[in-house]
């Protein structure tokens, strides 16, 4: 079993920053692939990255690549997602969520409770 627990996440400017962390428990966390997901008001829950077991292979939606990077410390159990240039159109309830390295929700086994980022224009 692996707990996740997202935090940082917060009402921010057009073009600010913020870094999310998503805390793990569970002996096995370091063997899962690591995700984080968005979900805005009336939408569908949507891929924004993902990173291997060992962090060395990431992968990331066109909406949001060159801005946002996502890592993990195994040695803590913990992934962030740090996120840079933020728009008005990355507002949405973000999660993190352990599993096999896909780009399908459905393909993860864990998620936390998520975090909401608000970015105001």
């Known amino acids: 079993q692996v707990q996740l627990v997202e935090s940082g996440g917060g009402l921010v400017q057009a073009g600010g920053s913020l870094r999310l962390s998503c805390a793990a428990s569970?002996?096995?966390?370091?063997?899962?692939?690591v995700a984080w997901f968005r979900q805005a008001p009336a939408k569908e829950r949507a891929f924004v990255a993902s990173s291997n077991w060992r962090g060395t292979s990431t992968y990331y939606a066109d909406s949001v690549k060159g801005r946002f990077t996502i890592s993990r410390d195994n040695a803590k159990n913990t992934v962030y997602l740090q996120m840079n240039s933020l728009k008005p159109e990355d507002t949405a309830v973000y999660y993190c969520?352990?599993?096999?390295?896909?780009?399908?929700?459905?393909?993860?086994?864990?998620w936390g409770q998520g975090t909401q980022v608000t970015v105001s224009s």
């Open positions: 569970g002996r096995t966390f370091s063997s899962y692939a």
């Open positions: 969520a352990a599993g096999r390295v896909a780009t399908s929700p459905d393909e993860y086994d864990y």
